[in-house]
């Protein structure tokens, strides 16, 4: 007989922590990326020396099979569009759409500021020239972080991208044909066949394919990975700009006695069914729906499909249930825990998620589940994990672009500032400073 499950409770009514003992206090699991560090060093210096060769043979041995070459041939990808199934195709299709009407408006424009009459700042936005989308291939498959890393990618006018996802043993060593097909779908011409830390490594220096065609490096790795690829693009940070380090995936559910303890539950499950690191947190003030919703765990679970992995998560020290004196002291709860999901079951919940700062994605009400934004939401599922949403944003158009400040004044324009450009320079002991300002108008006289 299974034993029933009970998620850890912390109690914090009465009592009213400092932040940093908050912080402390709340459930949070997370992996340590510098403990595999000494692990993945040599994948990415390997390839970093010997390219394609080194990442066939890592792929070899961490993924058991060995493609011909890296890239994918076209025919595979159109192969396997032709093969998908319909009712997949009609939700991607469902699901792109909904991303790129979501997406187009956050594309930005070029603003000209006259600062003065004759000196203008121009800020231009112009889209990195080449990125490599890492696409995971463990416990499932995630056609659906193909279209969340494309669509922003292709809708800031990204010209040359990459996917990259493990080849796989029982597709003769090809990605994912579910992966394959979405990446048709979004036009995609260049799909890679490596996964892990090798593939971030390849993406990061490039190399030469098996068939003599060049493997271009990227500017810029997007999309998540195990503890391996977040070592790697921590590895390689610099040589090229990367989204995040990502960590296991987690949902907190703010919620009061008018919540429905089943929704709840099926939220809870949905993301520990991830990964046995995923993370599910209930922050409540009634201790009655806390009961509730264990109780609904435990019925779910027995046709829960992964439900040992669910388990395992849901037993683990990253999740738990948080009981609050109130909705306010909930609010300062998932302030303090910015959670990548965040789901606000209450009274009026526009109104108390009005007043969160801190979460990755928010979703309101009984008929928003963080499974809605994973696919056809139109949402971007790429979010900050393991607190960062304190201070970092999900992935959007704005990953793929750059700011760049044009700078044009007039002499007459210079010269009515060049006495504060020489003052300043004068008070941080760089004299050249200004005198590059003055020698313009002393040649002039």
């Not at 380090?245 to 089943?262: M, N, Q, W």
């Amino acid at each position: 007989m299974t034993t029933p499950i009970e998620l850890a409770r912390v109690d914090l009514r009465g009592r009213t922590p400092a932040i940093a003992e908050l912080r402390s206090a709340l459930p949070r699991g997370g992996v340590d990326v510098d403990s595999v560090l000494h692990h993945v060093r040599p994948v990415v210096e390997a390839i970093r020396d010997r390219g394609v060769e080194a990442a066939l043979e890592y792929g070899e041995r961490f993924d058991g099979v060995l493609p011909a070459a890296v890239r994918v041939p076209a025919a595979e990808l159109e192969k396997a569009l032709d093969q998908l199934d319909s009712t997949v195709r009609a939700a991607l299709e469902e699901s792109i759409a909904r991303a790129r009407r979501v997406h187009a408006d956050q594309r930005r424009t070029d603003k000209v500021t006259e600062v003065v009459p004759g000196g203008t700042v121009t800020e231009r936005w112009v889209a990195v020239e080449r990125v490599g989308l890492y696409v995971p291939g463990g416990n499932a498959v995630y056609p659906s972080s193909v279209v969340m890393n494309v669509v922003p990618a292709q809708t800031a006018g990204v010209g040359s991208l990459v996917v990259a996802s493990p080849p796989q043993v029982r597709f003769g060593g090809l990605p994912h044909p579910t992966i394959l097909a979405a990446a048709a779908l979004l036009g995609v011409e260049e799909v890679w066949a490596v996964g892990g830390a090798q593939a971030v490594a390849l993406l990061a220096y490039g190399g030469v394919d098996t068939t003599g065609a060049a493997l271009e490096p990227v500017d810029l790795i997007t999309g998540p990975g195990n503890i391996y690829v977040t070592a790697a693009k921590r590895l390689v940070r610099g040589l090229v700009g990367i989204d995040a380090e990502a960590g296991p995936t987690e949902i907190a559910v703010l919620a009061d006695a008018t919540a429905d303890p089943v929704h709840v539950a099926a939220d809870l499950i949905s993301q520990a069914e991830h990964d046995v690191l995923a993370a599910s947190v209930l922050v409540t003030d009634s201790a009655a729906l806390a009961d509730a919703v264990d109780a609904a765990l435990n019925a779910q679970l027995p046709v829960v499909k992964h439900a040992h992995r669910v388990r395992e998560a849901l037993s683990g020290r990253q999740s738990g249930i948080v009981l609050v004196d109130d909705i306010e002291q909930g609010l300062r709860v998932v302030n303090a825990y910015a959670a990548e999901h965040l789901e606000i079951q209450t009274r009026d919940a526009a109104a108390v998620a009005a007043r969160v700062r801190c979460a990755g994605a928010i979703f309101l009400g009984p008929y928003a589940p963080v499974s809605l934004g994973d696919y056809c939401a139109g949402s971007n599922h790429v979010l900050p994990t393991a607190g960062c949403a304190r201070h970092s944003s999900g992935l959007s158009v704005q990953t793929f672009l750059r700011g760049i400040h044009v700078v044009e004044y007039t002499e007459a324009a210079l010269k009515d500032v060049a006495g504060h450009v020489v003052a300043l320079s004068h008070a941080e002991d760089l004299p050249a400073h200004g005198q590059a300002v003055t020698a313009r108008f002393e040649a002039l006289s």
